[in-house]
C-alpha cells in the first residue's frame, strides 16, 4: 500500500469526485454556514486505535467539521469512546465543545458527504488515497475500529488484501498488516440510528468492540 503524493486530509476543494463536488456545492449555497467540505480526521497522530466510519452525515459532521458530531451516531460513539478512556471533556454535539480525544483518532473512509449517505464504488475507491496516506502517518497505530462493512472492506483495500479473505461480523478480530507494523481490526454494525433502533446493534454490543480494543492495547 502506498498513497503516492496524497495527503493523510483533502483539501477544502478536493475536485476528485464529481458527483461529490456538485452536491457539496449544492449545500453551500443552501447553507453557507456550514462546513460543506471534506471533513478532516478528530484524534492526534501518534494514537494507537483508529475508529473508521463511512462518510460524514449530511446534517451532522458535513454540518459541524467534526467526525460524528450533530448526528445520533456520534451520540452513542462519544459517550462509548469517554467510557473506554479515548476521550474526555464533555460531549456536546458541537465542534467546540471542548472534547478530545485520548491515543485515538476518528476518521471516515469517505471524507465528503455523499448523497443520500451512500458513496459509490470509485468515489469509495479514490478516497482510499487519502485513508492511505492517513494510515501511513499513523506511526504507533495498532487497532482499527471499523464501523460497518463498507469501513471493514475500505480498511481491507487500502491494505491491499482481498474483501475474501477477511470477513465482516459485529465483534469479528482480523489481524493485519499496516503501512508501520501490525494492526488489529475489529468489526463492529455502525452506530447509525437505524441499527440502533432496530435491534441490530444494541449499546451492549457495541461497547464489547471497545472492551476488546482497550484490553488488547494493555496487554500490547
Not at 448523497?115 to 499513523?138: H, I, S, W
Not at 471493514?152 to 489481524?175: I, M, P, V, W
Request: charged share 25%.
Amino acid at each position: 500500500m502506498s498513497a503516492g503524493t496524497f495527503a493523510p486530509e483533502a483539501p477544502r476543494d478536493c475536485p476528485l469526485c464529481p458527483r461529490l463536488v456538485e452536491f457539496r456545492e449544492e449545500w453551500r449555497a443552501k447553507e453557507p454556514d456550514w462546513f460543506n467540505a471534506p471533513v478532516p480526521s478528530f484524534g492526534a497522530e501518534d494514537c494507537r486505535l483508529l475508529v473508521l466510519g463511512l462518510a460524514p452525515g449530511l446534517r451532522g459532521a458535513n454540518r459541524t467539521g467534526r467526525p460524528f458530531t450533530g448526528d445520533w451516531a456520534g451520540d452513542l460513539l462519544y459517550p462509548t469512546l469517554q467510557k473506554y478512556g479515548f476521550a474526555k471533556g464533555e460531549y456536546d454535539a458541537r465542534p467546540d465543545d471542548g472534547l478530545s480525544l485520548t491515543d485515538c483518532m476518528i476518521t471516515n473512509a469517505v471524507r465528503c458527504v455523499p448523497p443520500q449517505n451512500k458513496p459509490t464504488g470509485p468515489e469509495a475507491k479514490t478516497c482510499r488515497n487519502y485513508l492511505g496516506a492517513r494510515l501511513e502517518a499513523l506511526p504507533r497505530l495498532q487497532i482499527i475500529v471499523a464501523l460497518g462493512k463498507i469501513a471493514h472492506d475500505n480498511a481491507l483495500a487500502t491494505l491491499g488484501y482481498k474483501l475474501s479473505a477477511k470477513k465482516f461480523a459485529h465483534a469479528a478480530e482480523h489481524e493485519l498488516e499496516g503501512p508501520n507494523g501490525p494492526l488489529l481490526m475489529i468489526d463492529s454494525y455502525h452506530c447509525s440510528r437505524y441499527n440502533t433502533n432496530t435491534g441490530r446493534l444494541t449499546e451492549a454490543m457495541f461497547h464489547d468492540v471497545f472492551e476488546k480494543a482497550k484490553k488488547r492495547m494493555e496487554s500490547a
